[in-house]
């Protein structure tokens, strides 16, 4: 591991601390705890940049790392701030009066529980990012870095597919307490998050090139954690088991992460 990528990586988290403090009292002057899901995707954009400015490295694979992360967190930035716009997201709403509910100060939890915290996985995330484009060997892109660029390839196209067909399956009044299970959907009940995994093995396989990227497993390890954890996935369905009657028949036939044929029933 290089002298150069522990510093970045320094250097790195206290840049995300600011950024999350500056989106917080954003979030506290807009009344709107959501904006912080929409600086998610571009919070990488600006580690990237900044890593960019501040370090050295291989510039194929500055390049390489650059614009994937550019069109993964712009366009991840986009649709959230497409999905949410106009009002607070449902979940931050009911987390609000809960705090406030126990008399407790909303404005302040926000900022440890959702921003730093948030800010905190960013960073863990990130690591892999700021170690690609700090390293000055391998010289040249090889075969673990292809590889990634295809997996990271299949992941943006069930990110986004799974994205535009959820989008449209909502924005029809006919299906109001129905679950889809039509499209990617009808192979995983989470294309998006399956696809969001692969982005970051992607990029985890482009760090592999080096055999000090192994480290940044905690990358991988963090995001895998963040969606199929407690707080992601197992948290999503238990709502929509309350909301959506249908919701079981469709866990019961359908893989809960890897695409895979349904089941017949």
Known sequence: M??????????????????????????VAIHDSSIADIFWGLGFVFIVLFTMSVSDGVEERRILVSVM???????????????????????YARLRQHVEAKGKNYQLHSLIQIYWLQGFYMWLVSLVLIFSLTIDAPEKLGLLAYC???????????ETVGDLQLAKFLGDSNN????L??????????????GEACIWLGFFCIAMENVWGLLTIISLATICYALLG??????????????????EDYKERTSGFFPLPPKSL
Not at 148 to 156: H, Y
Not at 230 to 247: A, C, Y
């Open 2 to 27: 290089t002298y150069e990528f522990i510093t970045v990586a320094i250097m790195n988290a206290s840049l995300v601390i600011s950024m999350m403090t500056a989106v917080w009292v954003l979030s």
């Open 69 to 91: 992360t550019a069109i993964w967190g712009i366009r991840l930035a986009g649709y959230i701030g497409w999905r949410n716009w106009g009002a607070e997201d449902s979940r």
């Open 148 to 158: 990634g660029v295809a997996i990271w390839v299949v992941g943006m196209f069930f």
């Open 176 to 179: 109001t307490g129905k679950v």
């Open 181 to 194: 299970d039509t499209g990617l959907w009808r192979y995983t009940r989470h294309p998006n998050y399956f």
């Open 230 to 247: 407690p707080t992601g996935k197992g948290l999503l369905e238990r709502r929509m088991s309350k909301k959506r009657p249908d919701f």
